[in-house]
């Protein structure tokens, strides 16, 4: 067995949704289902602490108000006599079936974020 290698932020692998550290396992085997540990090379992708994802809650509004800002920008161009709060509330109605990749996103790079900053 070869030892692992120390975590990188490699936007590739976040894209994939792979392991930060050896960059081959899965993160996710389901939509809304992470693996607990890397199945390649056995990192504790929660590292054993509970709340440890409240930290992708941060990144999971990186993602989604720029997206829900765009589109309500968007809207405009199509909405011009719509109000504000009618463009963002259809802009936010759009964005709840992408609710899972947000989801699976925020949580992906908050565990490349914290191995990066701080590896086991
Ligand atoms: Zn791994």
Redesign the pocket.
Known sequence: MTR?SAPTFRLGTILRRR?P??G??SIFHAPLAMNEE?P??H?HYGRGEPGYFTGAMYFSYALAIPLIALLTLIENLFLPGWSLLRLVGLATAICVPLIPWIWQYSRVIWIHFDQYFDPE
């Open positions: 692992p392991c550290r050896c081959e396992g890397c390649v090379c990192l």
